[in-house]
T-cell receptor, first 114, second 110 residues
Framework: DSGVTQTPKHLITATGQRVTLRCSPRSGDLSVYWYQQSLDQGLQFLIQYYNGEERAKGNILERFSAQQFPDLHSELNLSSLELGDSALYFCASSTSPTDTDTQYFGPGTRLTVL | GQSLEQPSEVTAVEGAIVQINCTYQ??????LSWYQQHDGGAPTFLSYNALDGLEETGRFSSFLSRSDSYGYLLLQELQMKDSASYFC???????????FGKGTRLHILP
């Protein structure tokens, strides 16, 4: 158990819908990262937040957005969902924004878009 | 473009040693991390190299050569529980994005 929690564990929705994935980092970790993992694309870095502020951006689509709240939990919002958005979404945390080398991953949310 | 290349699959025998290679083409490279992921599980951090050379952590070691844009993960005394996918990940300029390789699936034979 990494100490990072993610909810929900599974999510099934339809195309065109919007969903919110939630992540709580390890106690004391200020940095949160979001990743998408699909069979054909592998593990893709989406976005990083540190202490409420966006720190780095990866291959995140415009239909996706994220934020980190004052209590340090983070939410990833996915809208206008497409079949291709079906994937595992992982959240990870680290102590500082520069500790990108050591990240602790949550168990993931499996999103299925029908 | 920026990319990391690693073999898609590697097979080894229990008790043996296996090396998983990773070559990268990136700008602003800062360091190389390795993660293990079992089927249905989340990635877990194994090792990190910011400097050239070998880093050893128990049965796992990782190596980096910046001049060759190359690194590897070495697993010794293989156990069946080491059957998993292994990802290398390049850190860019320490405050920028992270790029993952597509992963190497390690099969271990008894």
């Amino acid at each position: 158990d990494s100490g990072v929690t993610q909810t929900p564990k599974h999510l099934i929705t339809a195309t065109g819908q919007r969903v919110t994935l939630r992540c709580s980092p390890r106690s004391g970790d200020l940095s949160v990262y979001w990743y998408q993992q699909s069979l054909d694309q592998g593990l893709q870095f989406l976005i990083q937040y540190y202490n409420g502020e966006e720190r780095a951006k990866g291959n995140i689509l415009e239909r996706f957005s994220a934020q980190q709240f004052p209590d340090l939990h983070s939410e990833l919002n996915l809208s206008s969902l497409e079949l291709g958005d079906s994937a595992l979404y992982f959240c990870a945390s680290s102590t500082s924004p520069t500790d990108t080398d050591t990240q602790y991953f949550g168990p993931g949310t499996r999103l299925t878009v029908l | 473009g920026q990319s990391l290349e690693q073999p898609s699959e590697v097979t080894a025998v229990e008790g043996a040693i296996v090396q998983i290679n990773c070559t990268y083409q990136t700008s602003g490279f800062y360091g190389l991390s390795w993660y293990q992921q079992h089927d249905g599980g989340a990635p877990t951090f194994l090792s990190y190299n910011a400097l050239d050379g070998l880093e050893e952590t128990g049965r796992f070691s990782s190596f980096l050569s910046r001049s060759d844009s190359y690194g590897y993960l070495l697993l010794q005394e293989l156990q069946m529980k080491d059957s998993a996918s292994y990802f290398c990940a390049a850190l860019m300029n320490r405050d920028d994005k992270i790029i993952f390789g597509k992963g190497t699936r390690l099969h271990i034979l008894p």
